[in-house]
């Protein structure tokens, strides 16, 4: 008899006897399901985390730095909403004197939301006043038109580069040469973004309107500071050198990253990486003790079940080893029958799993790509589901498995 044909006999055996124990079959069943779903959810959480994570980095670039002044907030006379920013242009000058051949800048300032007009259409968009480098190291593509020439930047004309909703909700095509109002003054229309979409906090980032430094400066918000720059590194740097070298650049200049007398502030890749897996930390430690709570009591009732199978199971035993039945012929059923629950377990929990995560990241999304709960049912988590759903259901039925192996067949028939 071949080696295959022993197995599918032994197999139809197992199920024919799991199956004469319905109701402790579905028992162990539904909580290897259980637990599989567990282990899906909080795997597919760390995957979908990790993968979101990397997706929420590269929208802002995998090597862009930005310093953010500290800032106080108050009102012009026209109403637009201004800053007392502690960086200005002065200090970004010095910086690329001293750090220009190791770093690219890029300053911007505003961000405030400014009213805009086109004949009879009126909106509101959030204004930034951009370096010329500014688009490039954002890796912002524009759809139509051109950027702002240096000509136009140097003599501080008032020119403006339109988001995509903005462009859309102004009347959409021909608006490259038109002038619109903003904040109450002229501005022509040099280009327009490619759409963007929602950022990482649902935000809309082509509801956003920019225009040059200079203009933005002296005609709107009437202020010479600078919300922030971006700072991307020539070459190859570590975060830790970027730190040190941009810390020292500002410290020449009375400026603090760090300490008591902090006055700006340092993000970049890494900083965001940790600061936004931070913000799950406290839905991952609750289902990683939810795993452990579901893990402990699913291998206390497989083992239970698996016990009082052995149990019932005593007069057959017995007479196996009576008619010459090694040890690991019996322990082999019982841990086969664990391993078809464990993989009937499986099938279920990780089904359910995939459909949950999609219902899920669906009803949870608040931009595209990014959810509040990114649970991702990928084939590897699913293998590492199926993995650990056996692991879990041979290791609890292990001491019944040695139970009915050590069981002499003289005690196992007489108990009958």
Same mark, same amino acid.
């Given at each position: 008899m071949s080696a295959v044909?022993?197995?599918?006999?032994r197999l139809r055996h197992v199920v024919r006897t799991a199956s004469g124990f319905r109701i402790r079959s579905?028992?162990? @069943?539904? @909580?290897?399901?259980?637990?599989?779903?567990?282990?899906?959810? @909080?795997? /597919?959480?760390?995957?979908?985390?990790?993968a979101q994570t990397t997706r929420l980095i590269e929208s802002v670039g995998s090597d862009c730095y930005r310093v953010s002044s500290q800032s106080r907030w108050s009102r012009s006379q026209s109403g637009v909403r201004i800053s007392d920013d502690s960086l200005d242009l002065e200090d970004l000058r010095? &910086? #690329? !004197?001293?750090? +220009?051949? $190791?770093f690219r800048f890029a300053p911007y300032t505003g961000g405030q939301a400014v009213d805009l007009a086109l004949g009879d259409r009126r909106i509101e968009a959030d204004l930034?006043? !951009? +370096?010329? #480098?500014?688009?490039a190291l954002r890796a912002w593509?524009?759809?139509? /038109?051109?950027?702002? $020439?240096?000509?136009?930047? #140097?003599?501080?004309e008032l020119v403006v580069i339109l988001g995509a909703s903005v462009a859309r909700e102004l009347g959409g095509e021909g608006l490259i040469g038109q002038i619109i109002r903003v904040a109450d003054a002229p501005f022509r229309v040099t280009g327009v973004l490619a759409a963007k979409g929602a950022g990482v906090l649902g935000e809309d980032q082509d509801r956003r309107v920019f225009v040059p430094l200079d203009v933005a400066a002296k005609r709107v918000f009437s202020s010479s500071g600078l919300r922030g720059f971006l700072a991307v590194p020539r070459d190859t740097l570590s975060s830790e050198s970027v730190t040190e070298l941009l810390t020292? %650049?500002?410290? $020449? $200049? +009375?400026?603090?990253?760090? /300490?008591?007398?902090?006055?700006?502030?340092?993000? %970049?890749?890494?900083?965001?990486?940790?600061?936004?897996?931070?913000?799950?930390?406290? @839905? &991952?430690?609750? +289902? #990683?003790?939810?795993? &452990?709570?579901v893990g402990l009591i699913a291998a206390v009732v497989v083992c239970a079940g698996f016990y009082f199978a052995v149990a019932e199971r005593s007069t057959e035993i017995g007479l196996k080893r009576?008619?010459?039945?090694?040890?690991l012929a019996i322990a082999s059923e019982v841990l086969l029958e664990s391993a078809i629950l464990g993989c009937l377990g499986t099938v279920l929990g990780s089904g359910l799993a995939w459909v949950g995560s999609r219902i899920v990241s669906s009803t949870s999304e608040i931009a595209p790509g990014f959810s509040r709960y990114p649970i991702a049912v990928t084939p590897g988590v699913a293998l590492l589901v199926g993995g650990g759903t056996l692991l879990l259901a041979l290791t609890a039925a292990l001491p019944p498995a040695w139970r009915a192996a050590s069981s002499r067949p003289a005690d196992s028939l007489r108990s009958e």
């Amino acid at each position: 008899m071949s080696a295959v044909t022993m197995l599918a006999r032994r197999l139809r055996h197992v199920v024919r006897t799991a199956s004469g124990f319905r109701i402790r079959s579905l028992l162990l @069943v539904l @909580v290897l399901t259980l637990s599989s779903l567990c282990l899906a959810a @909080v795997a /597919g959480l760390h995957r979908g985390l990790a993968a979101q994570t990397t997706r929420l980095i590269e929208s802002v670039g995998s090597d862009c730095y930005r310093v953010s002044s500290q800032s106080r907030w108050s009102r012009s006379q026209s109403g637009v909403r201004i800053s007392d920013d502690s960086l200005d242009l002065e200090d970004l000058r010095a &910086l #690329e !004197i001293e750090l +220009g051949d $190791r770093f690219r800048f890029a300053p911007y300032t505003g961000g405030q939301a400014v009213d805009l007009a086109l004949g009879d259409r009126r909106i509101e968009a959030d204004l930034l006043g !951009i +370096g010329n #480098e500014y688009l490039a190291l954002r890796a912002w593509r524009l759809e139509h /038109g051109n950027s702002f $020439r240096e000509s136009e930047s #140097e003599a501080q004309e008032l020119v403006v580069i339109l988001g995509a909703s903005v462009a859309r909700e102004l009347g959409g095509e021909g608006l490259i040469g038109q002038i619109i109002r903003v904040a109450d003054a002229p501005f022509r229309v040099t280009g327009v973004l490619a759409a963007k979409g929602a950022g990482v906090l649902g935000e809309d980032q082509d509801r956003r309107v920019f225009v040059p430094l200079d203009v933005a400066a002296k005609r709107v918000f009437s202020s010479s500071g600078l919300r922030g720059f971006l700072a991307v590194p020539r070459d190859t740097l570590s975060s830790e050198s970027v730190t040190e070298l941009l810390t020292r %650049g500002l410290e $020449r $200049r +009375g400026h603090h990253l760090s /300490g008591p007398n902090q006055d700006a502030y340092l993000t %970049g890749p890494d900083w965001l990486r940790a600061r936004y897996r931070g913000s799950f930390s406290a @839905v &991952l430690r609750a +289902g #990683e003790i939810l795993l &452990l709570c579901v893990g402990l009591i699913a291998a206390v009732v497989v083992c239970a079940g698996f016990y009082f199978a052995v149990a019932e199971r005593s007069t057959e035993i017995g007479l196996k080893r009576a008619l010459g039945g090694t040890r690991l012929a019996i322990a082999s059923e019982v841990l086969l029958e664990s391993a078809i629950l464990g993989c009937l377990g499986t099938v279920l929990g990780s089904g359910l799993a995939w459909v949950g995560s999609r219902i899920v990241s669906s009803t949870s999304e608040i931009a595209p790509g990014f959810s509040r709960y990114p649970i991702a049912v990928t084939p590897g988590v699913a293998l590492l589901v199926g993995g650990g759903t056996l692991l879990l259901a041979l290791t609890a039925a292990l001491p019944p498995a040695w139970r009915a192996a050590s069981s002499r067949p003289a005690d196992s028939l007489r108990s009958e």
